[in-house]
């Protein structure tokens, strides 16, 4: 549970930081406002992907004890290598986007499989979930 809870953090406060990080970088290399690039998905996919998905399975944990489940670990680190690698992609393609640079059909590689990586982290998600939701026993009716 520890591990979910530091995750989330970790994961909120870069988030946050990339935002300011495009905010800044953007800016300081003159790069036109409202012009498209990558940077600008970092802020919300380390949020949204990273803080808040981390949350909720946080919230499952407490109340079906996921970690029980042997897919469980499987999940958090696959799930989050396919975070850190997408995000590093997002970063690496939006900075060559800001500097005037060309990308390569490589990033979008490498940021197809972090996709691939967070999928397979999600189907690993429910299997483990599923494993625990139906391994919990139902409560019991209080009697009037």
């Known amino acids: 549970m520890r591990k979910l809870f530091y995750a989330a953090f970790a994961y909120m406060l870069v988030g946050v930081l990339s935002g300011l ?4 970088f953007t800016k300081a ?15 919300t996919h380390l949020l949204v992907l990273g803080f808040v998905v981390l949350l909720i399975v946080l ?3 407490k109340a079906f004890a996921l970690s ?3 897919l469980f670990g499987w999940f958090f680190w696959i799930y989050n290598a396919g975070l850190v690698l997408t ?7 939006g900075c060559l986007t800001v500097l005037g640079q060309d990308s390569s059909a490589m990033i979008s590689g490498i940021a197809g499989t972090g996709h691939i990586l967070l999928s ?16 919990a026993k ?5 009697s009037a």
């Open 138 to 142: 139902p409560a019991v009716a209080a």
């Open 87 to 93: 995000s590093a992609m997002l970063v690496w393609h």
């Open 29 to 43: 290399n003159g790069f036109p406002e409202g012009q498209a690039t990558q940077l600008g998905l970092v802020h």
């Open 21 to 24: 990080f495009y905010r800044e």
């Open 120 to 135: 397979a982290g999600m189907v690993l998600l429910f299997l483990a979930l599923r494993t625990r939701l139906f391994a």
């Open 59 to 61: 919230l499952l944990e």
């Open 68 to 70: 029980e489940s042997r």
